[in-house]
């Protein structure tokens, strides 16, 4: 049987993958942070933004963005030549709340 992963137990289990990994959560901890966005936005960060942070190849970074993405913890937008990203802060903490009644 497949599990739906747009909601359900399978959403909150590709969430928690995508946060088990210390990179990407080091990334969600960045892109809650406000105003340090190289194209002017008051939150979130450019995907270049990110790798001068991360100290990481843009390859990796986008790797790590699409699971973030996939899993709906953060969210998406082409500005120009760069991609935007912001965390959904909403997700984020519903993903904390499924966690506690689960466990």
């Known amino acids: 049987m497949v599990m739906n ?6 959403h909150l289990t590709d969430q928690l993958r995508a946060v088990a ?17 190289s ?11 990110i790798e001068a942070k991360i ?6 970074i986008s790797h790590h963005m ?4 996939h899993a709906g913890l953060i969210t998406s937008q082409r500005r120009g030549q760069w991609m935007w990203y912001r ?10 709340q499924r966690f506690r009644e689960e466990v």
């Open 66 to 69: 699409k699971i973030l993405e």
């Open 55 to 60: 100290k990481l190849s843009q390859p990796t």
């Open 5 to 10: 992963t747009k909601n359900g137990n399978g």
């Open 87 to 96: 965390r959904d802060e909403r997700a984020v903490k519903e993903m904390t």
């Open 39 to 49: 194209i002017g936005e008051s939150t979130g960060l450019c995907a270049r933004d």
């Open 21 to 37: 990994d210390p990179t990407r959560r080091r990334i969600l901890r960045m892109l809650e942070q406000k105003g340090q966005c």
